[in-house]
């Protein structure tokens, strides 16, 4: 039942997806999420859930976090992402990000974790 399970899982995973994908979270959202089955999102991914590629996580990081001194970067299987995951610009962009339709981040998919210094 598990390699079915996997082998659907995997169905909804682009071609060409990288064998990881990155969630930047406060160390606070973080410590929030430990012990549950899912990691904890904020409003910016009520309609959709934004990841990152290794080469973009600096970036984000700067853009959107600039307040931060300190953020948790999460690495995650995509392969174990329920959801429709979609490799696309966000409107008026051309930069192409990573984004999870229909689904959530569960503690299962985390293969790694860091602290990022800015």
């Known amino acids: 039942m598990w390699l079915l399970l996997t082998a659907l899982l ?3 995973v682009p071609e060409g997806t990288p064998p990881h994908l990155y969630k930047i979270l406060t160390p606070e959202a973080w410590q929030a999420c430990q012990g549950q089955e899912r990691l904890s999102l904020g409003p910016d991914d009520a309609a959709f859930i934004h990841l990152a590629e290794q080469e973009q996580v600096p970036r984000i990081a ?3 976090f600039h307040d931060h001194s300190q953020l948790m970067i999460v690495e ?3 392969k174990l992402l329920p959801g429709r995951l979609v490799k696309e610009a966000n409107p008026g962009g051309t930069i192409r990000y990573y984004h999870l339709y229909d689904g959530y981040l569960p503690f299962s998919a985390v293969s790694n974790h860091r602290i990022l210094q800015q």
């Open 62 to 64: 700067k853009k959107f």
């Open 10 to 12: 995997a169905l909804s």
């Open 76 to 78: 995650l299987d995509p």
